[in-house]
């Protein structure tokens, strides 16, 4: 998957992933596409759950080597 930017919050714990992953959305433009590679799903969770309050879309989801990736987008506006 094609993507723009990485968030690693391995070894980060709520709010930490959370508020990494605000700070960087605001430096960037519509449309750009960043990775988030967490350890386990409680972090996965309290970001999606930030994602449907702040104007993110989940574009896609997986799971490599025991680490959730979520690929997050700024949408317009």
């Known amino acids: 998957m094609r ?5 690693d919050t391995r070894g980060q ?3 930490l992933p959370v508020i990494s992953l605000k700070k ?3 430096t960037c433009d519509d449309n750009i ?6 350890a ?3 972090v996965l969770q ?5 994602m449907d309050k702040c104007g993110l879309e989940l574009i896609n ?3 490599c080597a025991d680490n959730k ?3 997050v987008q700024k949408r317009k506006g």
């Open 3 to 7: 993507y723009d930017r990485t968030l």
């Open 13 to 15: 714990t709520c709010p």
């Open 24 to 26: 960087m959305m605001r």
């Open 33 to 38: 596409i960043v990775r988030v590679i967490c």
């Open 40 to 42: 386990d799903n409680e």
């Open 46 to 50: 309290d970001i999606l759950s930030y």
């Open 61 to 63: 989801n997986d799971i």
């Open 69 to 71: 990736i979520a690929y």
